[in-house]
């Protein structure tokens, strides 16, 4: 790891930080398309629904609390709820393998947003060579992502993954 600071280009979206899911989808209309938001039912992933919904699309979040996230859902149109948890790689293989089989539409939009913050430490995954925060947050998105890869396969299709302020200015990488 470097201790230098790091810098980013810009990249002239024309958007910063007070920019909101609404400002990012004005005037653009996405009916007729799919997106999935992993921890779509709270927080930033909450409002990134909110405003995917307005826009006309349809929204599958896949919760580890689907009870939890079909209440916080309920008066939002256009949303699915499906049952996924990240931390278990046979959840996940499920969770794809069942998108891939029984829906016949494309995936136009994943947002990898789920995440943990300041759990305690746990090991998982194979002979729990695995730090929990680190496979939920990293690991499990990148499972996930590439078993709906299939799904993902027009030109226009995105995949957006989110990650908090901690992880850039406390990484190292700034």
């Known amino acids: 790891m470097t201790t230098a600071r790091q810098q980013q280009d810009k990249l002239g979206s024309g958007f910063d930080a007070s920019s909101t899911a609404d400002d990012v989808l004005d005037g653009i209309d996405l009916h007729g398309r799919t997106a ?3 921890g779509g039912y709270s927080g930033l992933g909450l409002e990134i629904t909110r405003a995917l919904s307005r826009a006309g699309a349809h929204v599958i979040v896949p919760a580890r609390r689907p009870a939890t996230a079909r209440e916080a859902l309920r008066d939002i149109p256009g949303v699915e ?3 996924l948890d990240l931390a278990d790689l046979a959840s996940i ?4 393998d069942h998108f891939l089989t029984t829906d016949d539409r494309k995936l136009d939009i994943l ?3 789920a995440g943990v913050m300041a759990c305690p430490e746990t090991r998982m995954g194979p002979d729990g060579a695995w730090e929990a925060h680190f496979a939920i947050n990293h690991l499990g998105h990148f499972a996930l992502t590439n078993r709906l890869a299939p799904a993902l396969s027009s030109r226009n299709a995105r995949v957006v993954s989110v990650s908090g302020l901690g992880e850039h200015r406390y990484s190292g990488w700034r």
């Open 81 to 83: 709820v499906r049952a």
């Open 111 to 113: 947002i990898n947003n």
């Open 36 to 38: 999935l938001v992993t």
């Open 93 to 96: 293989r499920k969770f794809a």
